[in-house]
């Protein structure tokens, strides 16, 4: 019958209705997956079959299918909500039951978890703290704690050192000058006196009339100067005399016409190193002197040959020789010593007689392949300061300390101004004795005076030469218990020099003077290898190149660690060397950490030294594992701002048991230093990587899930800590998942059990965070669909209606 047929379409047709309506109702429903109705035809058979003029009997639903196709993408800058690109559903647990989605809408309930707008919680593989994700599943929690600090551990860097870099370092040879003038207290003069001849008094004006009166005389100097002998002077007006000397410029006029005299005689007489002055003693007195112009030369003036008149200047008789006397100096004699270079030419230096250490030195930088500097010491001690009247007058600066303690300070706040490069320090025991340095190799001169009888200060030099006592006689009584010459008033000590020849030079001075500032270098004992432009952390011409990365104590504080690469030498024909040979060197905020040297005395046994690493490489330019050292930083103590150390872990060094095996958590400041991957190219220096697991405190400041689905937590401290990783679910037949509603599904016999897996794994597609899926509904197709069903069912009501006008028309056949 029609009818039976007609009912099935309209019931066909209601489904679909149904089920496009709710499609549409859909559309924008998060992760929705559109569905639509399956028909088949129905047919009445019997055992052996329906024959070939069986009827159908209408419709019948076979399924109502979910179409499980890729929706739109939609960002929303929400990082938890997600977005699946590809197969699979998100892995739900509610209640103990799981249940699976594409829908990711989700955020943090009150414990952190992230659940959906349902309180299902997502589910996904929890992670350690050093974020190794443990395989197990469980309900994906983010901690919203702060962040603990972690103590650096290791310190990870790969980095290439260019092949091509020269090395900075080669093997010279160094001396400090001993000869036995260094170090000496030389006693003497502050001020050097000069050899003076002075006449006798007269008054002006002159009865001599030099128009019509000669005047002439000779004078002589007998000195060690080249430019001694005698020269007449012969004066009258001629000569440019005034006619009449009455008043001090005309004396001074006079003096002149002596001087020129002096200076150019006649021939064949020569130029003498005198001068001839003026001068003006008061109540009308006057006189002329003559003055050695070489000062501190113990020379003789003599005058001779004087006309009768010359009385009326004053050189007749009464004339009075006072001697020259030299300053006190430092007794260095001018020497002379050779410098060979490397191709066997000599060059030779002479010092200067009395120069300075530091004079010396400046001029020992400027000849090739030689370079030197200068320190002066001596040591003051027994300061005797009865009534507190006594000053030291330290080269030239007068110090009016009462006491040796109070002179270091005094010192020490002067050595940047008017001492400068002069520092001092007190025996930190006794007390007793001060220590006083020219760092720049100056000569140091020391005064001493007092009013009161008896203070005295001894200055020691060398420690092996007798000290000199300063002492004051105020009473006048000739009696003093110092051991200088009732005249000296100053000492002097001169420097010592360190000289330092680059490879390949020598210096020789086979024959020294008696006393001098060299000792004899024709011996090759005299000098000692040391390294040239060592390694210097503060000097960038001693190493390669260099990195810094900050590392963390167990407090959270940040350091600046850094890493010094120095290329070594490499001499095929010594044994000692290798090719491919770096030094690594490691200071952290400036500060050696390498172990003690248990060699040492007190207290340098204890101290830091400086940490250095050899790095080899092959010759393929990978790094050689067996050769380079293992890097443990085994002698750090943090420190804080102020030098101090700062409460942290401190070290535990290798004598004490420490080992590149870093417990956890750890027991000491103690890192290791991994150079894995490194290599020595012929390229520019580059880091290619470099990390460390420590950092400081930090608070969640942001969360971030690649495409594998790791959740990643970025912290204030800059830290980016891995907290978990979302887990994917798909079936052999997502057809047969069970809808639950709320865009969730459970599985069942039909769909087969869940395979969970990682996102991009297998076939599980990849997340999008800050995503979701749209509904996957083409709402242009589902009107069609609507319009298509609507017919459908009007067409079945049709074929009712018409079946029931043919059964009223058989009806009506009677």
Not at 120 to 134: C, M, P
Not at 374 to 379: E, F, K, P, R, W
Not at 450 to 465: E, K
Not at 666 to 671: G, H
């Amino acid at each position: 019958m029609p009818f039976q047929s007609a009912l099935s379409g309209i019931r066909a047709a209601s489904s679909d209705l149904s089920v496009t309506g709710n499609n549409i109702a859909n559309a924008s429903t998060t992760g929705f997956k559109a569905s639509r109705v399956e028909f088949g035809d129905v047919y009445a058979t019997s055992v052996s079959g329906a024959g070939s003029t069986a009827i159908g009997s209408g419709v019948q639903i076979q399924a109502v299918a979910q179409r499980f196709t890729q929706g739109n993408v939609s960002f929303t800058e929400n990082e938890l909500d997600l977005a699946i690109n590809g197969n699979g559903f998100f892995v739900m647990d509610k209640d103990g039951e799981s249940l699976y989605t594409r829908a990711g809408t989700f955020g943090l309930d009150a414990d952190g978890f992230v659940v959906n707008n349902t309180g299902a919680r997502l589910q996904g593989f929890s992670a350690d703290e050093a974020g190794n994700l443990s395989g197990v599943r469980s309900d994906v929690q983010i901690e919203t704690n702060n962040l603990a600090p972690r103590q650096t551990t290791l310190v990870a860097s790969v980095l290439n050192l260019d092949s091509t870099e020269p090395v900075l370092q080669s093997i010279g040879r160094s001396l400090v000058t001993e000869g036995n003038a260094v170090g000496l207290t030389q006693s003497g003069l502050t001020e050097s006196v000069t050899t003076t001849l002075s006449g006798s008094q007269f008054n002006l004006p002159l009865a001599n009339n030099f128009s019509t009166t000669s005047l002439s005389f000779d004078v002589s100097l007998s000195a060690a100067t080249d430019n001694n002998g005698t020269v007449s002077i012969n004066l009258n007006s001629a000569a440019g005399v005034p006619a009449t000397i009455s008043t001090f410029n005309d004396l001074r006029t006079l003096a002149s016409v002596i001087n020129a005299q002096i200076f150019s005689p006649v021939v064949p007489q020569q130029p003498i190193d005198v001068i001839a002055n003026a001068v003006d003693n008061g109540g009308g007195n006057y006189s002329l002197d003559f003055s050695a112009i070489t000062e501190g030369e113990a020379s003789q003036i003599a005058l001779s040959n004087q006309s009768a008149n010359a009385g009326d200047i004053g050189l007749n008789t009464g004339t009075t020789l006072v001697q020259g006397v030299p300053e006190v100096s430092n007794g260095y004699p001018q020497q002379s010593v050779d410098i060979i270079d490397p191709d066997g030419d000599v060059a030779t230096y002479t010092s200067a007689r009395n120069a300075t250490a530091a004079d010396t030195a400046s001029e020992l930088n400027a000849l090739q392949g030689v370079s030197a500097n200068a320190q002066t010491d001596l040591v003051l001690s027994n300061f005797v300061n009865s009534n507190g009247n006594a000053s030291i007058v330290l080269n030239g600066i007068t110090l009016t300390s009462e006491s040796l303690p109070l002179l270091q300070d005094e010192i020490n706040d002067l050595t940047n101004t008017t001492l400068p490069g002069i520092t001092a320090t007190i025996d930190p025991i006794t007390g007793a004795t001060l220590a006083i340095r020219s760092t720049a190799g100056d000569d140091l001169q020391v005064r001493f005076d007092s009013i009161d009888d008896g203070d005295s200060l001894t200055v020691t030099g060398d420690p092996d030469a007798p000290a000199q006592i300063l002492e004051v006689d105020a009473n006048g009584d000739g009696v003093v218990a110092g051991n200088l010459d009732a005249a000296a008033n100053s000492i002097i000590v001169g420097g010592a020099i360190n000289i330092v020849l680059d490879e390949g030079y020598s210096m020789e001075n086979a024959e020294p003077p008696s006393v001098g500032l060299f000792q004899a270098l024709n011996n090759a004992s005299t000098f000692s290898e040391v390294v040239l432009n060592e390694f210097d952390p503060n000097d960038q011409t001693t190493y390669n190149s260099a990195t810094s990365t900050s590392v963390f104590d167990s407090l959270g504080n940040p350091h600046v660690m850094t890493q010094y690469f120095v290329k070594q030498e490499f001499d095929p024909t010594d044994p000692t060397t290798a090719s491919n040979h770096w030094m690594m060197y490691v200071l952290i905020d400036g500060q050696d950490v390498g172990d003690p040297d248990t060699s040492l005395p007190p207290p340098q046994n204890i101290q830091p030294t400086r940490a250095a690493y050899n790095v080899f490489f092959n010759e393929d330019g990978s790094r050689n594992n067996l050769l380079t050292d293992e890097m443990l930083v085994s002698n750090w103590t943090p420190l804080d701002a102020s030098g101090s150390a700062n409460g942290a872990l401190g070290p535990q060094n290798v004598l004490a048991g420490g080992t590149p095996v870093i417990p956890d958590p750890p027991t000491s400041s103690n890192f290791v230093i991994n150079l894995d991957g490194s290599t020595q190219f012929g390229a520019d220096f580059a880091v290619t990587d470099t990390d460390q697991d420590g950092y400081a405190t930090g608070r969640l400041s942001g969360l971030s899930i690649d495409d594998n689905g790791i959740i990643f937590a970025r912290f204030t401290n800059g830290e980016s800590q891995v907290l978990g990783q979302v887990v994917l679910a798909s079936f052999a037949n997502q057809q047969g998942l069970q809808p639950r509603g709320n865009t969730m599904w459970v599985e069942n016999f039909e769909s087969g059990p869940p395979n969970v897996g990682t996102p991009g794994s297998a076939a599980l597609g990849a997340i999008q965070s800050g995503a979701l899926e749209e509904s996957n509904v083409d709402l242009s197709e589902q009107l069609v669909k609507l319009i298509i069903a609507q017919r459908n069912f009007q067409a079945s009501a049709k074929t009712i209606e018409t079946a029931d006008q043919v059964t009223q028309t058989i009806i009506n056949l009677r």
